[in-house]
């Protein structure tokens, strides 16, 4: 990786303590070279984000990587009210709203479901690229590019080998292309 090319991982997970996969995948990230993690539950407990300092992140890095558990079809409270107040017309997007040109977004993201049941037949009806559809249009309307998801998927029945091999996984995402 370039000295262009480091990532922001954007982490919220609100119940980090009782995870099974997070803990593994954000020590993996913390263990990759040129990233930068934002906890956002543990620097905004309150919900009170710091939009300058968020933007300022954004503008160090290449590449946007939001870190969640998939909870009802979507991303934590906190990652969405980070969406809303730091991605500002002007700044994200609009005619002037230029700072994110160029860069790439992708989601890093657990279910608790297999792969089996994010299919047309599957439980979930849909696969994950469409419930991710928000966050892609999202970076398409911050003119950024977005990039394969990275997935880990049965998280309540991963074994601590299989945990293991996931984070390795994750690791080695973060130093790929994107």
Not at 130 to 136: A, I, K, Q
């Amino acid at each position: 990786m370039s000295d262009t090319e480091s990532t922001l991982v954007i982490f919220a997970h609100p119940v980090l303590e009782r995870a099974r996969v997070g803990p593994g995948l954000l020590a993996a990230a913390q263990g990759a070279p040129d990233v930068e993690i934002r906890d956002l539950y543990e620097l905004y407990p309150d919900f009170t984000i710091d939009v300058e300092a968020e933007q300022q992140a954004l503008l160090r890095h290449s590449r946007i990587v939001l870190q969640f558990p998939f909870f009802w079809y979507s991303a934590p409270a906190l990652l969405k009210e980070w969406l809303d107040l730091v991605l500002t017309h002007g700044f994200a997007y609009g005619e002037t709203g230029l700072a994110l040109k160029g860069k790439v977004i992708a989601c890093a993201i657990s279910t608790g479901g297999g792969r089996a049941a994010y299919q047309t037949k599957g439980h979930n009806r849909f696969s994950i690229a469409e419930f991710l559809r928000p966050f892609e249009q999202t970076g398409y309307l911050c003119n950024m590019r977005w990039a394969k998801p990275f997935v880990v998927h049965g998280a309540a029945v991963l074994n601590e080998d299989d945990l293991k091999r996931e984070s390795g996984r994750y690791a080695e995402y973060l130093r790929g292309p994107l």
